[in-house]
Nanobody, 122 residues
């Protein structure tokens, strides 16, 4: 069974930085993950893209975080990190790690983490 373990959430003052990490693990061999990254959901709002990275390194960023957040991946370890800089109060949300098209011995599917809270206070 595949699990996505998220870490690094917490509270930070506006203007500060946080780093989120996500690791995919499984009792079976993971052969690859097409896209890996982060979405977020603030109270009363829809879930939105934060940042995703393709296996080959292409990236996608939400407009609101472009220039402030940086995503990275280690394909050999099935991990993804999100460096969040110049944080704003509106970045407050639950951040979800996503592994899209994760391929293992059972086939492929998408997986979501449980979410980690990020709170930015003024």
């Amino acid at each position: 069974q595949v699990q996505l373990m998220e870490s690094g959430g917490g509270s930070v003052q506006a203007g500060g930085s946080l780093k989120l990490s996500c690791a995919a693990s499984s009792s079976r061999n993971i052969f690859g993950i097409a896209k890996m990254g982060w979405y977020r959901q603030a109270p009363g709002k829809q879930r939105e893209l934060v940042a995703m990275m393709w296996k080959r390194g292409n990236t996608e960023y939400g407009d609101s975080v472009l220039g402030r957040f940086v995503i990275s991946r280690d394909n050999s370890k099935n991990t993804a990190d999100l460096q969040m800089n110049s944080l704003k109060a509106e970045d407050t949300a639950v951040y979800f790690c996503v592994a899209e098209r994760l391929v293992d011995e059972d086939g492929f599917r998408d997986y979501w983490g449980q979410g980690t809270q990020v709170t930015v206070f003024i």
